[in-house]
């Protein structure tokens, strides 16, 4: 991406993040994934989270992204992140997890690792 990107909001949302393979640097398992859908955190776990759900070969895996990043990045960039961007920070988020630790059924990405994220993916 360049420095000025943005993905905006085209097509149905499970089709956000195009499905993708990772493996574990830790167990050498290959996870394929696939992106579903998204929601606020707030209403579901009581969490300041935006939540992700993924399907992990197969199982529903939940990335929740601190919300308060996107509050920071929206004082920041003067605009806020679609949810296609959205999407692919938590694919992002979840392809680092898996590469790192065993499989589980939540992620939660504190504040400072989805800021990470946004710059990795060249957010502005």
């Given amino acids: 991406m ?18 993708f393979d990772v493996t574990s640097k830790l167990t050498d398992q290959h996870y394929q994934c696939r992106f579903s859908h998204m929601w606020n955190g707030v209403a579901t776990r009581h ?11 197969g199982r529903g895996v939940v990335v929740g992204l601190a919300h308060t990043a996107f509050v920071e990045f929206r004082a920041r960039a ?3 992140l679609s949810d296609r961007e959205v999407s692919h920070i938590a694919a992002r988020a979840l392809c680092e ?8 059924a ?6 400072l ?4 994220l946004i710059e990795l993916l060249g957010l502005r």
């Fill in 2 to 19: 360049t420095q000025s990107a943005k993905i905006t909001n085209v097509g149905a949302m499970n089709e956000f993040v195009p499905p």
């Fill in 47 to 57: 969490s300041d989270t935006v939540d992700t759900k993924f399907f992990v070969d």
């Fill in 78 to 80: 003067g605009r806020d």
């Fill in 97 to 104: 997890r898996l590469e790192q630790e065993e499989e589980r």
């Fill in 106 to 111: 939540l992620y939660d990405v504190p504040h």
């Fill in 113 to 116: 690792d989805v800021l990470r």
